[in-house]
């Protein structure tokens, strides 16, 4: 056995991540000779094994590891972040976007709207037609969903550092990861583990090919694009939220920055009697976006979201004086980074002619929103199909992948990256990783007419739209 990192940077990779657990604990702890009593030798936390591991613990984390462990899977959820929710929590990403309105997303949403509703709750819509939730209340309704099912043992503050893998034939086959914990290495070993990172940095230890900005138009016929390859991905945007604090104030009418750099969902869209009535006072904000050269280095993201915090400091002060507070996401939201390639890459012409693949997972409808690329208005969207093969990496097995790293071109990640289609997408990796895992066969060896039977008795593909 072997830990595996991406082929692509093996030494740089491997170097970092078993350095983590190959430097002595007493070259990690500095001068302070109190700490070397309090830093036990690695090893302090026991090599653990499951069916199925969900690096991940976001909106396509979280049902993944829901349905897996219904599914009868022992299953480990691992998230690097001290809570679980991903972007709604961490980057405030405030609705559910996208198609059908099915499965555990709904679920979710109607718990929200009953327990964290906002604005009039007679329709428990938004005059502006969208349904907005604090962060605060996916957290809740999230954490209570995974601690309701007593197969999820839950890893929070460890990120997944390496993974385990064999070579069998021409493939390498993940068995666990490596987790960093308090100052210590862990490994988690199961037959199937879901990448589930937003960020596809698993698949990527895992040395599993990866796409990274935008293709050529002519690389997948796609309808819109770049003649050229470049390495270009969606703009990042800094979310926050604007709070009333002081009694009757009343949210600065005409509040915008730059048009381009700066808008806010909801109250530019209501007029003074609006703005004057709401008793909530709570706005949510799609503040300032920038561009990022790469969103899979995490110190370029933070240095993004420095400069975009500076950049805001005129519009706080505005909100301030004008008797608002202002809650700031704790990450940068970056809406792009890798796209793992897998058996099948969806196309922007399979999203717009509404698709359905035989091994059709997941439902997914949602217009081509690619911030930061000029595309048409008004091309009418459809419901289309998500192919099992698109969770499958090439050359991999005992890996999925879940959420919007799942293999899709640029144009066609722009659709079902959002929400309630990565909720879906997560559903049916965390099914199909159940379904390989318990019955001891690869993650190619389902047969996807079971597998879309399950995904149908778990109410996947019914849409209970309200
Ligand atoms: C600014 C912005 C606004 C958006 N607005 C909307 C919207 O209004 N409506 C909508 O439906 N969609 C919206 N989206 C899109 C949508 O929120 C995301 O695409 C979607 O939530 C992604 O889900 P995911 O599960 O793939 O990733 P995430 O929800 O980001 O989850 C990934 C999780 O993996 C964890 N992780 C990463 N690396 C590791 C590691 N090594 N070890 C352990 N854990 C790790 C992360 O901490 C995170 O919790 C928006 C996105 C952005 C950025």
Known sequence: MRISMGRRSFLKKATVAVAVGAVSPTLLMGKDSKSKKTSAKNGKYPSLEFDVIVVGAGTGGIPAAIRAAQAGAKVALVEEDMQVGGAPVDMFVPTLFGRPKVGLALDLEEELLRDHGLY?????????????????????????????????????GTPAIGVWAEHKGNRDVVKGI??????EIQDLYAKVTIDATGTGVVAAMAGCEYMY?????????????????????QLCTQMFISQRIKKDAIFPIGFKGSAAEDGYIGANRLGKEELERRATGIFFHWGQSVEVEDTTDPIQVSEAQRNCLEMYKDRFAQLHAAGFGIHIAPRLGVR?????????????????????????????????????????????EKLYGIPYRSLVPTNTDGLLTAGRVISGTRLAHSSYRVQRCCSNIGEAAGT??????????GVRDIEPPKLIAQLETNGLFSAREK
Not at 178 to 183: K, P
Not at 344 to 350: E, F, G, K, R
Not at 432 to 441: F, G, K, P, V
Request: with cysteine; net charge negative; charged share 20%.
């Open 336 to 380: 792009e980074c890798r796209r793992i390639k897998g058996e099948y890459v969806l196309t922007a012409s399979n999203v717009l002619e509404g698709l359905f693949p035989d091994d059709t997972v997941a439902h997914a409808q949602y217009y081509l929103d690619c911030w930061g690329m000029e595309l048409p208005k008004g091309v009418p």
């Open 120 to 156: 009039n709750w007679d329709s428990g819509t938004d005059p502006v037609g969208w349904r907005f939730f604090l962060p605060a209340a996916y957290l809740q309704l999230l954490s209570r969903n995974i601690r309701a099912e007593k197969n999820i043992t839950l890893f929070t």
């Open 178 to 183: 490596r987790i960093f914990r308090n100052g």
């Open 432 to 441: 199909a990783a159940a379904m390989a895992s318990l019955a001891s066969t």
């Open 213 to 233: 900005g935008s293709e050529a138009k002519s690389d997948f016929n796609e309808p819109y694009g770049f003649d050229t390859a470049n390495n270009k991905v």
